[in-house]
Each structure stands twice: as C-alpha cells, then as structure tokens.
C-alpha cells in the first residue's frame, strides 16, 4: 500500500478540492450505516484488512514491534485469537485447505482451524497486498520490489511462479474464469494476467487520464466492468470494460482511497478513505452508474473488507490526536494526522 508519490502542496490542495466538491454534490444520506464499532485497541499499526466468510472470521494484522495477526468473530466482532509474533500487513485465507497466509518475509503460513502457524515460505521483494484466486487455488503476493508477483499454492504451500508485472502493483481482482487483474501503481496502467500461465497478456493505458499513484481496484466479473482507483493529482475511479480496457466513465472519489470492492448482490463499488469516508457507486447497468451515497465514518478508515455473506463492510481506524504545528506538509493524496490515541483502534462495521 504504500509508498505515496509527493507532488507538492499543489496536488495536496487539488485532491483536497476534489474531495470538497464530492462532500458538496454527492449524496450523505443513503441505505448505509456505521451498525457496530469495537474499540479493540492493541499496539502497532494496521494496513490490509480480510475476511474468512465461511468461517466467520475478521482478520486484522497489527505490524508494530509486538506484531500480531489479530483475529475476531465476523458477526459480533468479538475477539476470536491471535497468532503472536506476525508483524504482516496483510492476510488472505484459501476457504477449501483452510490455510491462511500473511505477508511477512518469509511468507507464514497458518491452520485457520487451530491458528497454529504451519511453515515458513521463502519469497523475494517485499510482500505488501495478497490476494486468494479461487480460479485455481492459488494465493498471489504483490510486492513493490521485483519480482513485482509471486503465486503460491493454497493447498499446498509452495511457490508456484514469479511475475514481472512491469510495475510496482498495489489491488489485485480475480475474475474467477483464469484472468487477473492488477493496478499498476507507479505506470498508470492495469496489467491483465493469465492466471494458469502466469504471464501478462496485456497492459490498459490509463495515462491519458492523467492519474498516478493507484491503489484499489475492483471487478464486476458478470458483466466484466473494472473499477481502477487513482489518488493523484486528484481522486478518482476509473470506470472500464474489462475485456479491451475501454473507459466508460470517471468519478471524483475522497481522499487517498485504499482497498475497495465491488459487490454483485447490490451492484455496488465500494471504496474506503482515509479522510473518513465510504464512497457506493450504484451500477445502474454496464454503462450506467451513480455515486448513490458518501458515508462518513472515522479518519484514516482506509482500508476495508466486505462480507458477502452479509453484505456488509469492515473498515478499522485510529483515533488521531491534533497535527503537531512543526508537522511536515501532507505527502499528496495523503490528508494529515497526529499522533494515534493510545488503546484506541477500533473496527467499524457497516450496512443497512
């Protein structure tokens, strides 16, 4: 997820303008509603948030110096264990081996059933995002080093194959048929890969569009639609066909969008940002879409998981203390915080 690319006041003052003119002629009231919030706290910090939905379980990893993969009950949001010593920024779990993966280096891998940490497994880069592709079984490491992808298998817990996406990746999205798609963050581009031959077919061109640094991306697999987020110099989604990368339409979204998703039981894209906010856009058809409401939830909200089987979003945030006086200007697509309350982390749920 990181890093972010500085532009200097100006980019910081356009997305900050951007976002304004979102809050002023985008809907606040909507279906959606924070339902729950759990203040957990805990130590260290928080980046990628996942979801075991056949098992009900929220996974939330906490990277400080006493790193830990929290675990949590999805429905209550209740604590459901840890794993001790997993100072990752990310988790993903393959639903049929009931294995999980974390991104530490070396890669851990875990029982979901025991929480009992099963191997270590050897990768290059730096692991960042991952990502399940239920496709074939296959759990994909996105790293902002070369090799840009490594793909593991789920069940079996060995390196697969390395790929050089041709830039530094940030979301991955499976299309479930043998295709991936990946935000290329620093190329303005998404790459579409063969999912069973490891190899990219193919690069969409986005630099027309005039965007950099991007970060979530999200797919309609039914009616093949892709959902490409930008953070500069304003924020935006890029709305495409995912099969020749056409661009159908733009919309401004918040500030520094993260993680996102898309939901084929509303028809909804769904993004998080640090701002505080929740964009949904209604796909009203393939070609058709609204911004059918903007919700606020806390500051530095970023990051988010929907739960299918409910329909609802978790997002995580800190409380944040004033932004010290001395503080260095914001790094473009970045709004500004202070300090982290202590003991203050908490998890939202959200829905209708």
Not at 104 to 119: A, E, F, G, H, S
Not at 147 to 168: F, R
Not at 221 to 242: C, D, E, G, Q, T
Not at 318 to 329: L, T
């Amino acid at each position: 997820m990181r890093p972010f690319y500085l532009r200097g006041l100006l980019a910081a003052g356009i997305a900050m303008l951007a976002s304004i003119g979102l809050a002023q002629h985008d809907p606040t009231a909507g279906p959606y509603k924070v339902l729950k919030t759990a203040k957990v706290g805990g130590e260290g910090g928080f980046d990628y948030i996942s979801a075991d939905v056949e098992g009900r379980r929220l996974y939330v990893p906490r990277n400080g110096p006493m790193g830990q993969l929290t675990v949590y009950n999805l429905d209550t949001l209740e604590p459901a264990g840890t794993i001790p010593n997993v100072k990752s920024g990310g988790a993903i779990v393959d639903p049929k081996s009931h294995h999980g993966f974390s991104t530490t280096k070396p890669i851990t891998m875990w029982d979901t059933n025991t929480l009992q940490v099963i191997k270590t497994i050897d990768v290059d880069g730096r692991p960042d995002g991952i990502m399940f592709d239920p496709y074939n079984e296959r759990v994909w490491v996105l790293s902002h080093m070369a090799p840009y992808a490594t793909v593991i298998d789920g069940k079996e817990g060995t390196v697969v194959g390395t790929i050089d996406l041709g830039g530094q990746p940030e979301q991955a999205v499976s299309n479930g048929k043998g295709t991936v798609y990946v935000n290329i963050m620093d190329k303005a581009n998404v790459a579409v890969v063969d999912a069973k031959k490891l190899t990219v077919t193919g690069h969409y061109d986005l630099s027309s569009r005039n965007v950099d640094s991007g970060s979530g991306l999200s797919l309609d697999a039914k009616n093949h639609v892709l959902f490409s987020y930008w953070r500069v110099p304003s924020s935006v989604v890029v709305i495409m066909n995912a099969d020749n990368g056409n661009v159908i339409t733009t919309f401004p979204t918040d500030t520094n969008v993260d993680t996102v998703a898309f939901n084929p039981a509303t028809m909804e894209a769904i993004s998080t940002a640090a701002r505080g906010s929740i964009v949904f856009i209604k796909e009203n058809s393939p070609t058709s879409f609204a911004v059918e409401q903007r919700l606020q939830t806390m500051p530095g909200a970023r990051t988010m998981v929907l739960d299918t089987k409910t329909n609802r979003v978790l997002t995580q945030a800190f409380e944040y203390g004033p932004v010290p006086a001395n503080a260095p200007p914001p790094v473009a697509g970045r709004p500004a915080f202070g300090p982290p309350v202590p003991g203050s982390f908490t998890i939202l749920m959200v829905g209708k």
